[in-house]
């Protein structure tokens, strides 16, 4: 049981560039999140979702897309990565019990650096 | 959606001196309170919740955080750390307004020292 996993660990960026971030989850969870942490802001909701097929936008979706096309996979992707998108992104799931107050579980961060 | 205020960003203490981190979030409609811990270079884990019941809760290696409405708080308090224990801490709130999402505070790194 691997939990949560994000592929890759660290990646380099130029500006304009594009990337897909990977998140994969075998606890059969319905929701996934994808979170961006910056030193002194703690983590900011990107987009997320609550199943297969769907997703929602987050606190800070713009310069984001998000795509569940399978149940254990949430992807993020970045069209034309920018400097102010260099963070360390997490990506978490979790099994909801009537709503989305249910714990939720961390994979171990994708760093990002966009020069 | 929720504010959570984390009053200190840093947190030097002495190995087996108490520590209390302190959590305060903006809106006294009903909550469910979480603490997570990110040892470095890790993603998060859980380190307790509240939901219902008892106002205060515990973790499995002695830390434990007190729910306190009047005040809206959430502080976490562990009466004796160890080494293990220097890590970010993020305190989270989650209600109804905004579907249960998470709202995290912007974290307090607690640096154990011997």
């Known amino acids: 049981n691997a939990g949560v996993t994000q592929t890759p660990k660290f990646r380099v960026l130029k500006t304009g560039q594009s990337m897909t971030l990977l998140c994969a989850q075998d606890m059969n969870h319905e929701y996934m999140y994808w979170y961006r942490q910056d030193p002194g802001m703690g983590l900011r909701l990107i987009h997320y979702s609550v199943g297969e097929g769907t997703t929602a936008k987050g606190e800070v979706p713009d310069g984001y897309n998000v795509s569940r096309l399978k149940k254990q996979n949430f992807l993020l992707g970045l069209e034309s990565a920018a400097p102010s998108q260099t963070s360390v992104y997490f990506c978490a799931s979790s099994y909801p019990r009537g709503g989305l107050q249910e714990t939720q579980y961390f994979g171990p961060g994708t760093r990002l650096l966009v020069l | 959606a929720q504010s959570v205020t984390q009053l200190d960003s840093q947190v030097p203490v002495f190995e087996e001196a108490p520590v209390e981190l302190r959590c305060n979030y903006s809106s006294s409609v009903s909550v469910y309170l979480f603490w997570y811990v990110q040892y470095p270079n890790q993603g998060l884990q859980l380190l307790l919740k509240?939901?219902?019941?008892?106002?205060l809760v515990e973790s499995i290696n002695g830390f434990e955080a007190e729910f306190n409405k009047s005040q809206t708080s959430f502080h976490l308090r562990k009466p004796s750390v160890h080494i293990s224990d220097t890590a970010e801490y993020f305190c989270a709130v989650s209600d109804s307004s905004n579907d249960y999402k998470l709202s995290f505070g912007a974290g307090t790194t607690v640096t154990v020292r011997a």
């Open positions: 509240y939901l219902s019941g008892s106002t």
